[in-house]
């Protein structure tokens, strides 16, 4: 079986003067006074779709950050994005800019559906995804403890499985990851359940944006792409990624990473993460 597995695009479009409050007025200055905006570009978010398309996926998964700041413009621009890869089974959580404010909560689910933990069967394996993004000033995460009890629940019943979930648990060399703003505040408590169920054969998340591979120490592989519509900003170390894993009932057994190159998405030279980032 194979996955593609895209992340955080940021789809933006400029708010409109009356979604300018609160945290969405901070971020309008991050994004289009401080010039954040240009961290992802329209181009390649447009030419994402097909590039996947092209891999030969059997199915697709997204770990969140549609959007910028969760506007219903946002996700209708994001929706009408990736509905090319809605022809395959497509499975998506939120990020934490998809509940950029508590008015936006709910808004993710009408546009892209269910964000309960679930268990998904995906060929040889399960796909067990779990929602940890709230509303937070400072991007933090957070499992409920309802969320600790069915994420258990659902490892326990899903046989060979992949986790996914938004937030990184290790930082690229296999540390917790931090900082503490912008990270899964309760990241260990997610590991203690995590530890539990060796059926977990990998992780899959996104939120960091120049992307890794590396392992919960005596644990599964984590994978994270990078961003699947960063801007192409070479000199910064900055392109588009998204990946392919080739999946059996052991685990993943080949990735396929692909990178922007300017024009085009191509197989990252060198193998996958051999760019560094
Ligand atoms: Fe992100
Ligand atoms: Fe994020």
Redesign the pocket.
């Known amino acids: 079986m194979r996955l593609a597995h895209i992340t ?1 695009l940021h789809v933006e479009r400029t708010p409109k003067l009356a979604d300018l409050l609160g945290k969405r007025a901070l971020g309008a200055v991050n994004l289009y006074v401080l010039g954040r905006s240009h961290h992802f570009s329209r181009a390649v978010q447009e030419a994402l779709p097909a590039a996947v398309l092209a891999t030969n996926p059997d199915r697709i998964l997204c770990t ?2 549609l959007t910028a700041t969760a506007t219903d413009a946002e996700f209708t621009a994001a929706k009408a994005l990736l509905e090319p890869l809605r022809t395959l089974p497509f499975d998506c959580i939120p ?3 998809d509940v950029y404010t508590d008015e936006s909560v709910g808004r993710y689910a009408r546009h892209f559906g269910d964000t309960s933990v679930r268990c998904i069967a995906a060929g040889p394996v399960a796909l067990v995804l779990v929602d940890v ?1 709230r509303p937070d000033w400072l ?1 933090r ?1 957070r499992a409920t403890a309802a969320d600790l009890v069915a994420l258990d629940a659902a490892l326990a019943g899903a046989g060979p499985c992949i986790l996914g979930l ?2 990184p648990l290790r930082d690229r060399r296999g540390a917790p990851y931090g900082p503490a703003g ?1 990270a899964l505040e309760n990241a260990a408590e997610v590991e203690a359940v995590i530890e539990k169920h060796l059926n977990i054969l990998a992780i899959l998340h ?4 120049h992307g890794y591979t590396t392992r919960i120490p005596g644990g599964p592989v984590i994978h994270n792409p990078g961003s699947s519509g960063y801007a192409f900003l070479p000199r910064q170390h900055r392109a588009a990624h998204f990946n392919v894993y080739e999946v059996d009932g052991t685990g993943i057994v080949g990735v396929e990473r692909y990178a922007w190159t300017g024009e085009r998405f191509e197989p990252e030279a060198g193998g996958a993460y051999a760019s560094g980032g």
């Not at 996104?206 to 944006?209: A, L």
């Open positions: 955080d969140g950050d990020g934490n800019h993004c991007s995460g938004h937030y912008r996104g939120h960091e944006h």
